[in-house]
């Protein structure tokens, strides 16, 4: 870029124009911002499922009032009896129709690990086609406390499995961590075990923000691993331990959205109690203003 004279080219134009100059050379990445990585605002079903159970409609336009546009259910079979039962007695298709009358959609799903076996799986991949899913997640192994680090990678290849079917059907398979992937077995972290085992391509990962509380970060393993990811869950954390809305906890959100692009990033989704709902999400939009 050519030397400009800064004196000789206030005197002849105006502030505006020299201001919208100079931000027309700057490099394109260079507001790394949440801004720049907005993506649809989304919440998890989970914490909510007794007013969704019971209000399906009235639930969900609460949430869009509030900005939301994307839900991530939890699989009615696979959480029948769980908080989901009531979803068993709806056609899939009036599930997905109360979803769009709301203004919103069902990118993504959590699944039972029993789900994706070579017997359910097809049924699944159904499911997630007629609803209009894009990705279908897996909500951990849930393997017993004894499991050991060959445990996890025998689970981890089975994914790898399904996910090479739910692939051919054009669908992304992806794994939700909990607290208990981020514990050590003879000394190897379980969750850095299962990135090194799933398959890059098959299986992406869907990151819990809430493990800052035991001093991991989602930017961190964003950027270790460019593309690994397809999700993310978000909530705050005070360094006690206690939840509350995002922006007003431990994390950097700014971080974690610039980071979010480098990690493949594509969906958030809000997973917090009722109550922190409203001021996450009144934060985030700040952020994408």
């Given amino acids: 870029m050519k030397t400009i004279n800064r004196r000789r080219f206030f005197s002849t134009t105006t502030k505006a124009t020299a201001a919208a100059f100079f931000l027309s050379k700057l490099p394109s990445d260079f507001f790394t911002t ?5 993506m649809p605002l989304g919440f998890q079903s989970w914490t909510i499922k007794e007013k969704l159970s019971s ?26 009896k769980i908080g989901f039962g009531a979803f068993t007695k709806m056609k899939t298709s009036d599930i997905r129709k109360t979803i769009e009358d709301a203004g919103m959609t069902c990118p993504s799903c959590h699944f039972g690990a029993a789900e994706f076996n070579d017997e359910n799986v097809d049924d699944r991949i159904q499911f997630a086609k007629d609803m209009g899913m894009t990705q279908m997640i897996i909500s951990t192994f849930w393997l017993p406390k004894t499991a050991t680090i060959n445990d996890y990678l025998v689970a981890a290849d089975k994914l790898n499995k399904a996910g090479e079917k739910i692939k051919k059907a054009g669908l992304q398979a992806g794994f939700h961590n909990h607290d208990f992937e981020f514990v050590k077995i003879d000394g190897q972290l379980i969750y850095d ?21 035991h001093g991991y970060k989602a930017s961190d393993y964003f ?23 995002v ?17 493949g990033v594509k969906n958030i989704f809000v ?15 700040k952020l994408y203003a």
């Fill in 34 to 38: 949440a801004k720049a990585n907005a």
């Fill in 55 to 80: 209000d399906f409609a009235g639930t969900l336009k609460m949430m869009a009032d509030l900005g939301y546009k994307q839900i991530e259910m939890c699989s009615p079979k696979g959480y029948e």
């Fill in 193 to 213: 075990a299962l990135l090194g085992r799933f398959d890059p391509d098959l299986v992406k990962l869907q990151f819990q923000t809430q493990v800052i509380v």
């Fill in 223 to 245: 950027n270790k691993y460019p593309g690994r990811f397809v999700s993310a869950h978000l909530s705050d954390w005070t360094a006690d331990k206690k939840e509350v809305p």
């Fill in 247 to 263: 922006g007003q906890g431990l994390i950097d959100w700014k971080e974690f959205f610039a980071a979010a692009k480098t990690g």
């Fill in 271 to 285: 997973e917090m109690a009722e109550d922190k709902f409203k001021d996450s999400a009144t934060y985030i939009q």
